[in-house]
C-alpha cells in the first residue's frame, strides 16, 4: 500500500511557520533571547521548505 503525502498541505503550514516567524520578529523589540531563538526557527523553517520541495516533483 502505498503512502500517501500531503504536500500541499505541508507547504502552506510551512508558510504559515514562517509568516508567523517574521511577525515575532517585528514585535520582540530587540530582545536577545528572542530573537536568536527565531533566527533558529527560520533555519528550521527554510530546511522544510527545502526537504518539501524536494519531494514535490516525486509525489
Known amino acids: 500500500m502505498a503512502t500517501e503525502y500531503k504536500v500541499s498541505?505541508?507547504?502552506a503550514k510551512i508558510a504559515e511557520i514562517r509568516k508567523l516567524a517574521d511577525e515575532l520578529d517585528s514585535m520582540c523589540?530587540?530582545?536577545?533571547?528572542v530573537k536568536k531563538?527565531?533566527?533558529r526557527?527560520?533555519?528550521?523553517t527554510k530546511m522544510l521548505e527545502l526537504n518539501v520541495s524536494d519531494i514535490k516533483d516525486f509525489v
Do not use: D, H, P, T
Open 41 to 44: 526557527l527560520l533555519s528550521s
Open 9 to 11: 498541505e505541508m507547504a
Open 29 to 33: 523589540g530587540g530582545i536577545q533571547a
Open 37 to 39: 531563538n527565531i533566527v
